[in-house]
């Protein structure tokens, strides 16, 4: 194979996958075999178009090839339990009153890919496994690159992908949204993937990166998605979010790879095409819904790190006020450890360290590196240096990731 034809099929892939899983599913009603089906036609594009050329319309190729690849399977009996005559029968019948199958295909693509979305996050998953098959079914990604990228054995995602698929199955997931009192708590799964993963890729939880921005781009793709799928305010409150944190990218690491944290930042290099979207996102949260909720409160912090043309123009009391009502609308440590940071901006170290405190015999953040860092950065501000050497050579000691333990032992170095 021709590494041209070898790219031309790994892009088309990376656009077309998502729809084609969803659209299969939609036909089949198993995400594992729709799977399947699309992983059958890509090797039939991978034996094939190397020699014939790539389609003009690849992601019509490849939902044709799936198709007639799944009648054949009915026809089999080896899909669905029921008469393989009916359904292969079925399958033609629709294909009668439709028979421009791709155009078929592409009236649900926008409906499918929402319910692929709520079916991947669904909660009968774990975590773990929500996120591995999101950024596969959805983010065509490979296993090996969900591995790469979470720093997890390749065997580990395979099984997680398997086992997820194999409980949606046998718990019978039907693959519609949710409607009702359930739609709130499964698009809440739904962000909270999407978040993850883009978490993930903008402060590494472990390794020898920094920051992983092909993480941050997927998780920003399957956003935009949801916001042109659903117009809730939270939705366009957690992209208004990413696309900020996204801008940043550029500016968080030096030359070399090192961290470079926000007050530090060149903000000339922070990507302002980004910012726009992202406070408009915001705008559209705000227009959409009364009072803010997690995702958009957390876009308004950002925001407003986001107009501050120099560190010491951020407006830190309007982030305490936000940062306030985020407590009271999603209290949690790390919620809690944040306000500690922006009251010690806002009105004094002290006032910080008051609040960052009360959080230290907390189990939850026992482990958490970042309270050490911060509480050291504190102490550091008040004049306590050796008590701030010893939080940052602590939180060193707690972190996973090379690049953030470099950081904080050459803190600790310079603390006078």
Known sequence: ????????????????????????????????????????????????????????????????????????????????????????????????TAPDFDAAIDDHVGDDLLRLMFISCHPVLSTEARTALTLRLLGGLTTEEIARAFLVPVATIAQRIVRAKRTLAE???????????????????????????????????????????????????????LAELMNEPEVHGLVALMEIQASRLRARVGPSGEPILLLDQDRARWDHLLVRRGLAALERAEELGGSLGPYALQAAIAACHARAPTPEQTDWTRITALYDALAQLAPSPVVELNRGVAYGMAFGPAAGLEIVDALVSQPALERYH??????????????????????????????????ERDLLLARAAKIP
């Open 171 to 225: 718990a019978r997931v039907p693959f519609e949204v949710p409607r009702g009192a359930e739609l709130a708590a499964r698009l809440a799964s739904v962000l909270e993937v999407i978040y993850l993963v883009f978490n993930e890729g903008y402060s590494a939880t472990a390794g020898d990166d920094w920051v992983r921005p092909a993480l941050c781009e997927d998780a920003l793709r399957l956003g935009r998605i």
């Open 370 to 403: 970042l309270l050490w860092s911060v509480r050291g950065d504190l102490l550091a501000k008040l004049g306590r240096f050796e008590d701030a050497r010893m939080e940052f050579e602590r939180a060193a000691s707690m972190t996973l990731n090379a690049r």
């Open 1 to 96: 194979m021709t590494s041209d034809a070898h790219r031309a099929i790994e892009a088309v892939w990376r656009i077309e996958s998502a729809r084609l899983i969803a659209g299969l599913t939609r036909l089949v009603r198993d995400v594992g075999v729709a799977e399947d089906l699309a992983q059958d036609a890509l090797v039939a594009a991978l034996e094939q178009w190397p020699a014939s050329g790539v389609p003009d319309n690849p992601g019509a190729w490849l939902m044709a090839t799936a198709k007639h690849r799944a009648i054949d399977g009915l026809r089999r009996g080896k899909m669905l339990e029921r008469k393989h005559e009916e359904l292969g029968a079925e399958l033609e019948a629709r294909q009668e």
